[in-house]
C-alpha cells in the first residue's frame, strides 16, 4: 500500500504562486506514475500534470506555460509549482500514483485563487 501526503495548499491573490509538495511512502522511482489532479466544485475531477518512471512529463492545457512538476527521489517527493493562479484554478488538489494496476491518492489539499 502507497501511502501519498499532501502539503502546501493555499490561498493566494491573482497571479500569485504556490508549491504543493507530495511524500510518497515508497521510493517514487518504483510507480509508474506520480502527479497531481485536481478537483473543482461542480466539475470533474481532472489531471494537472504527472511523470512517469523514465521522466516523461505531462501536462493538461491550462497548465502548460504556469505549472512545473518536478521530482526528488531520495526524499521520495514530487512537487506541483503553480504559477500565475487565477480563480479558475481553485481546487482541490490530489496526489496521485499507480503501479502496475493499482492506483492511490493522497488526502487532497485545498488550492484558492482569490478574486
Known amino acids: 500500500q502507497v501511502q501519498l501526503e499532501e502539503s502546501g495548499g493555499g490561498t493566494v491573490q491573482p497571479g500569485g504562486s504556490l508549491k504543493l509538495s507530495c511524500r510518497s511512502s515508497?521510493?517514487?522511482?518504483?510507480?509508474?506514475?506520480v502527479g497531481w489532479y485536481r478537483k473543482a466544485p461542480g466539475k470533474e475531477r481532472e489531471l494537472v500534470a504527472d511523470?512517469?518512471?523514465?521522466?516523461?512529463?505531462q501536462y493538461t492545457d491550462s497548465a502548460k506555460g504556469r505549472f512545473t512538476i518536478s521530482r526528488d527521489g531520495a526524499k521520495k517527493e514530487v512537487y506541483l509549482q503553480m504559477n500565475s493562479l487565477n480563480p479558475e484554478d481553485t481546487a482541490v488538489y490530489y496526489c496521485?500514483?499507480?503501479?502496475?494496476?493499482?492506483?492511490?491518492w493522497g488526502q487532497g489539499t485545498q488550492v484558492t485563487g482569490s478574486s
Open positions: 511523470i512517469n518512471v523514465g521522466g516523461k512529463i
Open positions: 515508497e521510493n517514487i522511482f518504483f510507480l509508474n506514475t
Open positions: 496521485h500514483a499507480n503501479r502496475l494496476t493499482r492506483q492511490y
